[in-house]
Nanobody, 126 residues
Framework: EVQLVESGGGLVQAGGSLRLSCAASGFTFDDYAIGWFRQAPGKEREGVSC????????YYADSVKGRFTISSDNAKNTVYLQMNSLKPEDTAVYYC???????????????????WGQGTQVTVSS
């Protein structure tokens, strides 16, 4: 059974940091790309970052470049999203998702991913 479990969300003040984790199981981790998405109330789900385990490439939305860093621990089948200099507009439910076939220019679209976690809430206060 495929499982993606996010953790690490919480409440933080603007300018603070959080590290999200996405623990994966039930599939060959090295063959998949893992993406992070977020969804704020009343808004569409948007791509935040992605890492491709096939070639090591990473991708970031313009809104988080320079502040967020995605990384992977293949021994633990876990992907991390380090979020620094958080802003109130980063407030959302954050999801991780997995796909075995990543087209680099399409990483940001949710419908390209096969498996999803349940999400973790990130709230940034001003």
């Amino acid at each position: 059974e495929v499982q993606l479990v996010e953790s690490g969300g919480g409440l933080v003040q603007a300018g603070g940091s959080l590290r999200l984790s996405c623990a994966a199981s039930g599939f060959t981790f090295d063959d998949y790309a893992i993406g992070w998405f977020r969804q704020a109330p009343g808004k569409e789900r948007e791509g935040v970052s992605c890492i491709s385990h096939r070639d090591g490439r990473t991708y970031y939305a313009d809104s988080v470049k320079g502040r967020f860093t995605i990384s992977s621990d293949n021994a633990k089948n876990t992907v991390y999203l380090q979020m620094n200099s958080l802003k109130p507009e980063d407030t959302a439910v954050y999801y991780c998702a997995a796909t075995p076939r990543l087209l680099s220019r399409l990483w940001v679209y949710p419908n390209g991913y096969n498996y999803w976690g349940q999400g973790t809430q990130v709230t940034v206060s001003s």
